[in-house]
C-alpha cells in the first residue's frame, strides 16, 4: 500500500535566521578541568563541554602547568 497524501510543509522563515558572524563560537582548548570516562577525555572547563576518544588502552594520570591533560 503506497500512502499517496502528500505532507503540507511550512515555508521557512529564514528573517529570524542568524548570520554565522553573529552565532557566538566556542574556542576549544586543551585547558580546562578534565575526567576520564572510559575511553573518553570529557573537559568540562569552558563554556562547551566536549570529548576526545583516546582509546582504551590509555589512562588519564595528571593534568600539567597550563591545564593539559596527561595520558599514560
Avoid: C
Avoid at 15 to 33: A, C, H, P, Q, Y
Wanted: net charge positive; aromatic share 8%; no cysteine.
Amino acid at each position: 500500500m503506497k500512502n499517496n497524501k502528500k505532507r503540507k510543509i511550512t515555508p521557512h522563515n529564514k528573517s529570524k535566521w542568524k548570520k554565522l558572524e553573529e552565532v557566538e563560537r566556542f574556542d576549544n582548548t586543551l585547558e580546562g578541568k578534565w575526567k576520564q570516562k572510559g575511553p573518553y577525555l570529557i573537559n568540562t572547563g569552558g563554556k562547551l563541554d566536549y570529548g576526545v576518544y583516546v582509546g582504551m588502552d590509555k589512562k588519564l594520570v595528571g593534568i600539567d602547568e597550563d591545564g593539559k591533560p596527561i595520558l599514560e
